[in-house]
């Protein structure tokens, strides 16, 4: 499974974009990059996933390096409710099929106003 | 449409006691996993379940913990014998089908306190 290297915390202004980077240079050929988020007592969120191509929903978009070794996760109007610890994983760990996610450390986002 | 449900929210038990922690998965969702989640670590997988069978326990820390899945949704996380290293936010998720590609859904956890 692909081991994925995250900085351990970031600031953010409200309103600007946020940019988390993460390393994950083992990753395969066949194994997305998932990125989800967990406020504070809460349980994971799913923000995003991808495989080579660039991805973009309504909370964020993905940029993932052609040589897929790294990636960023783009908040682009980062606000308040952002603050949270951001996850990236490849969900493939051991193999399986079936999504088993391993999570690290995370960054810890802090937006201040 | 309702999410995943866990109960209870916060358990505290005395170390050698048992405890059952339940999920309620989203309707229609084949797939069921449990993690845990100790004070500042990452998740830690425990269990897989595609319908009501576990075709991946190898996260299942020991012998005293085990879990089950009926008619297809409701699952049960019973750990004997409590210890107090069992102490952790457990985490219920379910998605579509078990792929690699499939977004997960997760509960609000269980807070498992061991005294």
């Known amino acids: 499974d692909a081991k994925t290297t995250q900085p351990p915390s970031m600031d953010c202004a409200e309103g600007r974009a946020a940019n988390l980077p993460c390393n994950h240079s083992?990753?395969?050929?066949?194994?997305?990059v998932y990125w989800y988020r967990q406020i504070h007592s809460q349980g994971p969120q799913y923000i995003i996933h991808?495989?080579?191509n660039n991805e973009t929903n309504e909370m964020a978009s993905l940029i993932i390096t052609e040589d897929r070794k790294s990636s960023t996760l783009i908040l682009p109007h980062a606000t308040l409710r952002d603050t949270a610890v951001y996850y990236c994983?490849?969900?493939?760990?051991?193999?399986?099929?079936?999504?088993?996610?391993?999570f690290g450390q995370g960054t810890i986002l802090t937006v201040h106003p | 449409g309702a999410g995943v449900s866990q109960s209870p929210s916060n358990k505290v038990t005395e170390k050698g006691k048992d405890v059952e922690l339940r999920c309620d998965p989203i309707s229609g969702h084949t797939a069921l996993y449990w993690y845990r989640q100790s004070l500042g670590q990452g998740l830690e997988f425990l269990i897989y379940f595609q319908g009501n069978s576990a075709p991946d326990k190898s996260g299942l820390p020991s012998d005293r913990f085990s879990a089950e899945r009926t008619g297809g949704s409701v699952s049960t996380l019973t750990i004997q014998r409590t210890q107090q290293e069992d102490s952790a936010v457990y985490l219920c998720?379910?998605?579509?089908?078990?792929?690699?590609?499939?977004?997960?859904?997760f509960g609000p956890g269980t807070r498992l306190t061991v005294l």
């Open positions: 994983m490849g969900p493939n760990a051991g193999g399986t099929s079936y999504g088993k996610l391993t």
């Open positions: 083992t990753i395969s050929g066949n194994e997305y």
């Open positions: 991808g495989l080579k």
């Open positions: 998720a379910s998605s579509f089908r078990g792929a690699s590609n499939n977004e997960q859904f």
